[in-house]
């Protein structure tokens, strides 16, 4: 199907575990972005790609590592997880000289860290 | 410090008026400014998008201004539904970097 996926869309894990959350998009869009969303907070962006092999650190990269070795996947890693990182995460993929910056999101991974 | 700002509280508005949704900002030079919808349970949603120098913007029953010197967007849904109840979400373009910077969400209840 088209579009941009995410899976799992639920995860439950506990502190010190490793988890990592994919993120599938069918545009070959060349930006990819990975965020959380938390109760009173807007979208806080945690990393993004502008390419294959190109990643960068957004406002809260603490805790998460990312790759990108393919144009349409962006996994992100909880190193090692904490209860803070309890939260629902969105990947989200746009193609800037299209559509000015406009992104595409998936439906979200819910994860809880017990 | 860079604020961009949303109604935290939910609006509530009668099925078939219009609800104005507020976006304000502060220290930004916004290039372009963005609404999402959102709905429970999912990712948001585009809607529509309106630049610097444009004053206002409209799709369908939906109407976007921006005021740059005000440093503020409302979004506007006209001849409200109870489909419209969602959460509405405001983004930033600067000119620095193709990054979003957004607002905590308003959430827009439609009451039949």
């Known amino acids: 199907d088209a579009g941009i996926t995410q899976s799992p869309r639920y995860k439950i894990t506990e502190t010190g575990r490793q988890v990592t959350l994919m993120c599938h998009q069918t545009?070959?869009?060349?930006?990819m972005f990975w965020y959380r969303q938390d109760l009173g907070h807007g979208l806080r962006l945690i990393y993004y790609?502008?390419?294959?092999?190109?990643?960068d650190k957004g406002e809260v990269p603490d805790g998460y590592v990312v790759s990108r070795s393919k144009t349409e996947n962006f996994p992100l890693t909880l190193e090692s997880a904490t209860r803070s990182q309890t939260s629902v995460y969105f990947c989200?993929?746009?193609?800037?000289?299209?559509?000015?910056?406009?992104?595409?999101f998936g439906p979200g991974t819910r994860l809880t860290v017990l | 410090s860079q604020k961009i700002e949303q109604n935290s509280e939910a609006l509530n508005i009668q099925e078939g008026k219009t609800a104005t949704l507020t976006c304000n900002y502060t220290?930004?030079?916004?290039?372009?400014l963005q609404w999402y919808r959102q709905d429970p349970g999912r990712g948001p949603v585009f809607l529509l998008l309106?630049?610097?120098n444009e004053k206002e913007k409209r799709k369908e029953r939906l109407k976007v201004t921006f005021d740059t010197t005000l440093k503020q967007s409302l979004f506007h849904i006209t001849a409200s539904q109870p489909a419209d109840s969602a959460t509405y979400l405001c983004?930033?373009?600067?000119?620095?970097?193709?990054?979003?910077?957004w607002g905590a969400g308003t959430k827009l209840i439609i009451k039949p």
């Open positions: 790609s502008a390419a294959a092999d190109i990643t």
């Open positions: 989200a993929s746009s193609e800037p000289q299209g559509a000015r910056y406009t992104q595409y």
């Open positions: 309106i630049r610097e």
């Open positions: 220290n930004y030079s916004p290039a372009y």
């Open positions: 545009w070959s869009h060349s930006y």
């Open positions: 983004a930033l373009v600067t000119d620095s970097n193709y990054q979003l910077i």
